[in-house]
């Protein structure tokens, strides 16, 4: 079945570093965008970044912008989010969830679907 | 940069009871791009429509979306135990704060 995992979490130190990874598995990871999506505890959904099917392109939320790096091997059906110089603001669930987009009747459809289990990231000192 | 803001943010309903839940948009948006999920503590967020109104493979017919423009809506026709929950309304790469779903 499909399905996405992540792993990486944990705990670590104001300005620290940190990668996580999403192993994919049931679908043709190289055929889909892919995106993080964090959730501070008690808090609400925030987009951080998504990547194109080849890596060639690539976004990312502001709060996140020249703090982390998203990409991906379709070689091993894996997505990554480096994170570096992380904050307190940063503590959060990660979730890496699958952008399905697709044309019909010639507009345009896009939601995330599915969404892995979320890796726990907590900065702290 | 597209705000979405939920209402109510708490709605205390019971069983077999209908739910309405409202999401809008800061300005209009297309409705292709307005999708549902539902997250129950702990868990990872499950989508229940696309598109503004197309149920998601498994979910049950009491879930239906509506709207367009700038007002949306996910309705709950008749509450089952398992539907209480926090709901998100997500427009492209934005989502709404929440509403969370509780038993009266």
């Known amino acids: 079945q499909v399905q996405l995992v992540e792993s990486g979490g944990g705990l670590v130190k104001p300005g620290g570093s940190l990668r996580l990874s999403c192993a994919a598995s049931?679908?043709?990871?190289?055929?889909?965008?892919m995106s993080w999506i964090r959730q501070a505890p008690g808090k609400g959904l925030e987009w951080v970044s998504y990547?194109?099917?080849?890596?060639?392109?690539?976004y990312y939320a502001d709060s996140v912008k020249g703090r982390f790096t998203i990409s991906r091997d379709n070689a091993k059906n894996s997505l990554y989010l480096q994170m570096n110089s992380l904050r307190a603001e940063d503590t959060a669930v990660y979730y890496c969830?699958?952008?399905?987009?697709?044309?019909?009747?010639?507009?345009?459809?896009?939601?995330?679907?599915?969404w892995g289990q979320g890796t726990l990231v907590t900065v702290s000192s | 940069e597209i705000v979405l803001t939920q209402s109510p943010g708490t709605l205390s309903l019971s069983p077999g009871e209908r739910a309405t839940l409202s999401c809008r948009a800061s300005?209009?948006?297309?409705?292709?791009?307005l999708a549902w999920y539902q997250q129950k503590p702990g868990q990872a967020p499950r989508l229940l429509i696309y598109?503004?109104?197309s149920r998601a493979t498994g979910i049950p017919d009491r879930f239906s979306g509506s709207g367009s423009g700038t007002d949306f809506t996910l309705t709950i026709s008749r509450l089952e135990p398992e539907d209480f929950a926090v709901y998100y309304c997500?427009?492209?790469?934005?989502f709404g704060q929440g509403t969370k779903v509780e038993i009266k």
């Open positions: 969830a699958r952008e399905n987009s697709y044309y019909g009747s010639g507009t345009h459809y896009l939601w995330f679907d599915p």
């Open positions: 049931g679908f043709t990871f190289s055929d889909y965008y």
């Open positions: 990547i194109s099917s080849s890596g060639s392109t690539i």
């Open positions: 300005q209009s948006v297309s409705s292709s791009y």
């Open positions: 598109g503004a109104s």
């Open positions: 997500q427009q492209l790469r934005a």
